[in-house]
C-alpha cells in the first residue's frame, strides 16, 4: 500500500519561504514521476509542480519561478521549495503519482497534507 507522509507546512508572512517533505512508502518510488497538489478552502485540488522519475519538472503558470520540485530517490522523498510565498497560496499541500496519461490525475490515495498559511 502506497502512503504519502506530507510535512513542513505551517504559517509564514508574505514573502517569505517554506520546504516542504514528502516521504513516499509501499511502491517502487524511482518508477513514478511525482506531484505536489494543493487545495485552498472551497477550491478544487489542483497540482501545481510535477517531476518525471529522470528530473524533468513542470510548474503550474501560478508558481512558477517561485516554486522548485526535487526528489531524492535514494531517500524515496520528494520536495517543495517555495519562495516568495503569498496569500493564494495559503493551502493544504498534499503530493502524489500524477497519471501522465489520464491528465495528471493522482494514482493513488492522499495522504493528510500539510497545511500551509500565508499571512501577516
Known amino acids: 500500500q502506497v502512503q504519502f507522509v506530507e510535512s513542513g507546512g505551517g504559517l509564514v508572512q508574505p514573502g517569505g519561504s517554506l520546504r516542504l517533505s514528502c516521504a513516499v512508502s509501499g511502491t517502487n518510488f524511482t518508477m513514478y514521476g511525482m506531484g505536489w497538489y494543493r487545495q485552498a478552502p472551497g477550491k478544487q485540488r489542483e497540482l501545481v509542480a510535477r517531476?518525471?522519475?529522470?528530473?524533468?519538472?513542470n510548474y503550474a503558470g501560478s508558481v512558477k519561478g517561485r516554486f522548485t520540485i526535487s526528489r531524492d530517490n535514494n531517500e524515496n522523498t520528494v520536495y517543495l521549495q517555495m519562495d516568495g510565498l503569498k496569500p493564494e497560496d495559503t493551502a493544504v499541500y498534499y503530493c502524489n503519482a500524477p497519471n501522465y496519461y489520464r491528465n495528471y490525475v493522482p494514482q493513488f490515495a492522499w495522504g493528510q497534507g500539510t497545511q500551509v498559511t500565508v499571512s501577516l
Open positions: 517531476i518525471t522519475s529522470a528530473g524533468s519538472t
